[in-house]
């Protein structure tokens, strides 16, 4: 895991999740924590051995990914712990993640794994988006749900930690149909970061850029083409189709192979919102026949 240095105060550990990371003289603030305590454990070492300092913990959202590596850091080191509200309980309670997958049910074994459920944590302090202090550092947490209900990224010295508000162009292309819980969301999410004021960008998952905004926008582009891509088939359908027969069959369109619940949850999700999108503009609509859920052209 590579440490890169953004400024005088600001770096990143760039891995297939990124961990942001600012310092002063006596105190230092980590940006999300990695997928597992292995993570956490890469981070460390490098802090240990530039004998940088330790104080703080801010996890952006409640994606296992993102705060998996923050019970390995609760437990060996003192750190305060910061999250938005909402993402907290997920955080305290990782269960519901799976639960919520899994529409409330009891999720099944294969979906309790470290990519859908991380290791519970504690959460010191609940934020809402602002001005404020994390520690002794000031800085400004941006309010950008859309990929996770609450999430927010951060911005300190004109450096942007965006977290998963956007993806780089491989990962759009990794994942074909990108998770997220909200559509409209997502794209308001976007719009909302290039009106920002920033030296550059550190996304979740790629590289830091100075010039991040042809990098959104082609993200917006991204989901509203999935969104037009998933109307136009279900326009060509000539009944109304079962929702589990369109997701599936609209992951076998876009060359998805779904062979585990952990992928199957995920994409199932993922569709799911951009279906609910054209039914917001009333594109599509829900119907009931034969006790079975539809999805037909309105």
């Known amino acids: ?176 149909i990108p998770f997220i819980v909200q559509y409209e969301e997502t794209v308001r999410s976007l719009r909302y970061l290039l009106a920002l004021k920033v030296k550059g960008a550190v996304p979740g998952h790629g590289i830091y850029e100075p010039n991040f905004t042809e990098t959104v926008k082609n993200n917006i582009e991204y989901h509203q083409n999935v969104k037009e891509d998933l109307f136009q088939w279900i326009t060509k359908q000539k009944e109304p189709i079962s929702f589990e027969t369109l997701i599936s069959s609209f992951c076998s369109k876009r060359d998805i192979n779904i062979q585990n619940f952990t992928s199957w949850a995920l994409f199932r999700t993922g569709v799911t919102a951009y279906v609910q999108a054209l039914v917001s503009e009333q594109k599509v609509e829900y119907v009931f026949q034969n006790n079975t859920l539809k999805v037909s052209r309105r």
């Open 1 to 176: 895991m590579k440490c890169i240095q953004l400024s005088d105060s600001c770096f990143y550990f760039q891995g297939s999740v990124n961990i942001g990371y600012v310092k002063n003289e006596t105190c230092g603030l980590l940006i999300d924590s990695g997928l597992d305590d292995a993570a956490a454990k890469k981070v460390m070492k490098v802090l240990k051995e530039k004998e940088w300092p330790l104080t703080d913990l801010f996890i952006t959202h409640a994606h296992a990914d993102h705060f998996g590596g923050a019970h390995f850091l609760q437990k060996h080191y003192e750190i305060h712990t910061y999250a938005p509200h909402f993402e907290e309980a997920i955080m305290t309670y990782p269960k519901l993640e799976p639960l919520y997958l899994f529409q409330g049910n009891e999720p099944p074994q294969e979906m309790r794994n470290k990519f859908l459920e991380g290791k519970p944590i504690r959460i010191d302090t609940k934020v809402k988006p602002g001005k404020q202090r994390l520690g002794e550092f000031q800085v400004e947490l941006h309010a950008v749900p859309g990929h996770s209900y609450n999430m927010m990224a951060l911005e300190i010295d004109s450096i942007l930690y965006a977290t998963d508000a956007y993806f780089d162009e491989a990962t759009l292309q990794k994942h074909n």
